[in-house]
T-cell receptor, first 117, second 115 residues
Framework: EAQVTQNPRYLITVTGKKLTVTCSQNMNHEYMSWYRQDPGLGLRQIYYSMNVEVTDKGDVPEGYKVSRKEKRNFPLILESPSPNQTSLYFC????????????????FGPGTRLTVL | AQSVTQPDIHITVSEGASLELRCNYSYGATPYLFWYVQSPGQGLQLLLKYFSGDTLVQGIKGFEAEFKRSQSSFNLRKPSVHWSDAAEYFCAGDISSGSARQLTFGSGTQLTVLP
């Protein structure tokens, strides 16, 4: 089954304790992205990657790191989490650029609910 | 700044009634536009998308959207709402410039369907 998986689905941690949220897709997609969803703000893009070893900042990258060492995986790293990073996180992947220009349909993972105390 | 705006935070309709959810964008060129739906506790699912061509786009679950360049809008419509349509709806657009390829989401519209 074609899918985007995220782990863990739920995580409660404390301020300053490094954590990694994994994301994996089995659709051979080039484009992957991380979003955070907060009430009233919709989804905001944290980082995206257009291919292996190519990553770029989204709208809210502060406090996050990513890496794209292989096509299928795109982990999100919080080196020193803070309470303002409490949120619902979504990973998404896309086959690439539609018509060579714009972002194509994104396929979303089930989400990771993170609480930082 | 370039943006995607959904003016309605919450809409309530009766089952069987028609529905229109509003979406406006600010961008100089024609953006790539999407509507996604999020059911409670779920991820997001694509309803439909507009890249170019015919300005009336058909999607899944009986939804359609019309791109109107003159109004910078991409409103979502459904002629008859079902109770299962209750969810949060997000409009999104690739309004990137240069080599960046970012998807910008509106803040969402929560749809409640009354029996």
């Amino acid at each position: 089954e074609a899918q985007v998986t995220q782990n863990p689905r739920y995580l409660i941690t404390v301020t300053g304790k490094k954590l990694t949220v994994t994301c994996s897709q089995n659709m051979n997609h080039e484009y992957m992205s991380w979003y955070r969803q907060d009430p009233g703000l919709g989804l905001r893009q944290i980082y995206y990657s257009m291919n292996v070893e190519v990553t770029d900042k989204g709208d809210v990258p502060e406090g996050y790191k990513v890496s794209r060492k292989e096509k299928r995986n795109f982990p999100l790293i919080l080196e020193s989490p803070s309470p303002n990073q409490t949120s619902l996180y979504f990973c998404a992947s896309s086959p690439g650029l539609a018509g060579g220009h714009g972002t194509d349909t994104q396929y979303f993972g089930p989400g990771t609910r993170l609480t930082v105390l | 700044a370039q943006s995607v705006t959904q003016p309605d935070i919450h809409i309530t309709v009766s089952e069987g009634a028609s529905l229109e959810l509003r979406c406006n964008y600010s961008y100089g060129a024609t953006p790539y536009l999407f509507w996604y739906v999020q059911s409670p506790g779920q991820g997001l699912q694509l309803l439909l998308k507009y890249f170019s061509g015919d300005t009336l786009v058909q999607g899944i679950k009986g939804f359609e959207a019309e791109f109107k360049r003159s109004q910078s809008s991409f409103n979502l419509r459904k002629p008859s709402v079902h109770w299962s349509d209750a969810a949060e709806y997000f409009c999104a657009g690739d309004i990137s410039s240069g080599s960046a390829r970012q998807l910008t989401f509106g803040s969402g519209t929560q749809l409640t369907v009354l029996p």
